[in-house]
């Protein structure tokens, strides 16, 4: 298949799915030829809108290799659905007239006058056309839970590696409509997965992080647009606020390549460390304030520092105190397998599969994932660990305000604007699927080698859905789709 970067966030949508902010009509039109080519199986028309070193190096027996066992199988393609990240990607969502169930999804890079640099399938959009007041009978709750049931099978008893380990919830308001676990906790020694098994949550901690500073914000100990510099005097970069860090529009660069560069790999580092090494080597920024949405972590791991520094406790601490134990989350920490040993029972360890082994192993076996142990005590981006049941104990806290009022949330489910006035797709730690004729969707996904994971709300129809994978479970995308297709009915 023929390689591409995927699309990270959706900037804003139109009824049609389409970008607002910019004219995107040639980026539409060289879609359009790419899937009318396809459908015709016509690879020179399929061709017609790449950039002329895309035509000399994607031949047309390449896109005749790749697509036409695809289209020869499903037929006519129709476009559902396109979404844009940046004038540089986007993805189109497919229908098929043959397989009315089957969505498929076609992400392509773009030259910046909307010509095509790169093309593959690609991965669930979470675009749902809202139908408004429909006429069609809906599903009962049990028949959403047989449906569901039947496409979490489907998905979880693939072999190696496509199977599933974790624990899967499905809601409807407080109550469950389907809950299901899979796999091992402990794939040594062959313990299975169970309701009060602790996953970490990866970037699902993220929602975790923006809910502290939003709460110091109402207590009165900071403002959002304060200057991360007036709390972190270390900080080199004099213009970046703290809603910069909360929206990912700083243009921090990655902690990752900075601690694989600069770092002692025989030590435990922490975020004082990345902020000493920020500090020494003060690399250049990405990009100036506000001006990108860039995904940072960096960004996360300042902000755990400006809840350590303003409350003065730990950040784990802090979260305890002022989010778990108010809400009664008894299964959550902030744990650091690799630096504290296996202390926390229960746990369900991360694993990935060895095809050389023919079995799961732990990240800290592959040398390509060694940075799995010294970046073990980093926070913010990532570190908080929980179960499925005191994940639908935060859904529920979060729609109720018990630790942020509405303001706040508010705030934290709106869609930041960039300097153009372009949107994000993103609030304070949450990733927004908003707009006109679409279902109103606030979530937030995670990875991490061996964890996959995913909390996702239909805000207006409170309805969600919460994975947990600890096999890094790599289609757990298409089985949330899936499932959200079936909320639908």
Not at 48 to 76: A, E
Request: aromatic share 14%; glycine share 6%; hydrophobic share 35%.
């Amino acid at each position: 298949m023929i390689k591409i970067f995927a699309a990270i966030s959706l900037l804003s949508l139109s009824t049609l799915g389409y970008c607002q902010t910019y004219n995107y009509k040639q980026h539409i039109q060289s879609v359009t030829t790419v899937v009318d080519g396809m459908n015709q199986q016509d690879y020179h028309l399929m061709q017609k809108p790449w950039v002329f070193l895309g035509k000399v190096i994607i031949s047309n027996n390449m896109l005749r290799k790749d697509f036409q066992p695809f289209s020869t199988k499903y037929g006519i393609a129709d476009i559902d659905t396109v979404v844009f990240s940046s004038i540089y990607n986007g993805t189109a969502q497919l229908k098929f007239k043959q397989f009315p169930e089957k969505s498929t999804y076609l992400t392509f890079n773009f030259s910046e006058k909307g010509k095509i640099e790169g093309l593959g399938f690609g991965y669930p959009i979470f675009i749902y056309k809202n139908k408004g007041i429909s006429s069609e009978r809906h599903l009962t709750l049990e028949e959403k839970r047989n449906r569901i049931d039947s496409i979490f099978l489907k998905y979880a008893h693939a072999k190696a590696p496509k199977d599933f380990s974790g624990c899967l919830m499905v809601t409807k308001g407080d109550e469950i409509v389907y809950q299901v676990n899979k796999g091992y906790s402990d794939f040594e020694n062959n313990i299975p997965n169970n309701d009060s098994s602790i996953f970490l949550l990866a970037s699902c901690t993220k929602q975790f992080t923006a809910l502290a500073i939003l709460q110091l914000k109402e207590r009165g100990k900071l403002k959002l647009e304060d200057k991360v510099q007036s709390y972190l005097p270390e900080f080199p970069y004099d213009k970046i606020t703290i809603e910069h860090l909360l929206t990912h529009t700083s243009g921090l660069p990655d902690y990752f390549e900075l601690l694989n560069k600069h770092w002692d790999k025989t030590k435990f580092a922490t975020n004082g460390d990345v902020l000493g090494i920020i500090n020494q080597h003060k690399p250049k920024l990405l990009f100036e304030v506000n001006e990108h949405f860039e995904y940072s972590n960096t960004g996360y791991v300042m902000l755990s520092l400006l809840i350590e520094k303003i409350s003065g406790e730990s950040f784990g601490a802090y979260l305890k105190q002022n989010i778990f134990e108010p809400i009664k989350m008894q299964n959550t920490y902030v744990y650091h397998r690799r630096y504290e040993g296996d202390t926390l029972k229960n746990y369900a360890k991360g694993y990935l599969y060895s095809s050389e082994q023919k079995k799961y192993q732990l990240p800290e076996s592959f040398k390509t994932y060694q940075y799995t142990n010294y970046m073990d005590r980093i926070t913010g981006d990532d570190g908080v660990s929980s179960t499925i049941y005191d994940l639908k104990i935060w859904n529920e806290a979060l729609k109720k305000h018990v630790l942020i009022n509405k303001a706040s949330t508010a705030l934290a489910y709106t869609s930041h604007k960039l300097n153009d006035g372009s949107e994000t797709g993103y609030g304070y730690g949450f990733m927004l699927k908003k707009g006109e004729g679409i279902e109103d969707i606030i979530y937030h996904t995670g990875g991490w080698p061996g964890y996959s994971t995913m909390i996702l709300r239909f805000a207006e129809r409170d309805e969600s859905i919460v994975i947990l994978s600890n096999n890094a479970f790599e289609r757990f995308d298409f089985l949330v789709d899936e499932i959200c297709k079936v909320l639908l009915k």
